[in-house]
């Protein structure tokens, strides 16, 4: 089964190009204009064993916050069109990722419903790379909103704030590579109703 998914979004203020395959390997090129977000979409990309292409033209001008929350935005769109009906899959994931001194921890449901829960330490003010920090939060609510996925996502840990970031990112990329992955035993949709859908 081949679980992928092409979108483009174009607004004034960013013009998104994404492809996703789900099962893959980590393969793809991030190319957003923020050096550190490209990284952490790496980071997505190869701890969430998905095949991630990512181009992005944004009003960078104006500070990472509508390229970054724009490429959730597709990406969770990406993630729910490659999911198709959602049969087969695990449904459930979470994980709990150190980054040195940073702990973060994952629990994701595709549930169908958009829900985003973020708990534990506030990120510090700044930036690094062209990247301020608060904007992962806006990844994830993002993420998660078009996916429609419930997310619940706890920083632990940390006092340095990219290893804060990054244990987020990987802990997420975890979580989310077990939810979509295809249980052997589920032979429908894992749901009562039938449906995780809508």
């Known amino acids: 089964m ?17 492809s996703l395959t789900l099962s893959g ?8 204009g923020i050096g550190f977000f ?19 033209q944004g ?5 990472s916050h ?24 695990a449904r459930y994931g979470h994980a709990v990722v150190p980054m040195d001194e940073a702990r973060a921890a ?21 930036d690094v790379a062209g990247f301020e920090y608060e904007a992962a939060e806006e990844f994830f609510r993002a993420v998660a909103g ?14 340095n704030a990219h290893h804060m970031v990054e244990a987020c990112f990987k802990a997420f990329a975890r979580a989310l590579r077990a939810a979509v992955t295809i249980d052997p035993e589920e032979t429908g949709v894992p749901s009562t109703k039938g449906t995780l859908t809508t």
């Open 106 to 126: 994952c629990a994701i449901d595709i549930s169908g419903r958009a829900h985003t829960r973020m708990e534990g330490l506030r990120l510090p003010p700044g």
């Open 38 to 56: 490209d990284h952490m979409l790496d980071l997505l990309a190869r701890h969430g064993k998905l095949d991630l292409d990512v181009r992005v």
């Open 146 to 159: 078009a996916a429609r996925i419930t997310l619940h996502l706890e920083l632990q840990a940390g006092s």
């Open 59 to 63: 009003d960078l001008q104006t500070g």
């Open 2 to 18: 081949t679980r992928t998914a092409a979108l483009d979004r174009k607004t004034g203020e960013t013009d998104v190009s994404l």
């Open 25 to 32: 390997t980590g393969a793809g090129n991030r190319d957003t």
């Open 66 to 89: 509508h390229t970054v929350e724009d490429t959730g935005i597709v990406l969770g769109q990406a993630l729910s069109a490659a999911l198709g009906d959602r049969a087969g899959i």
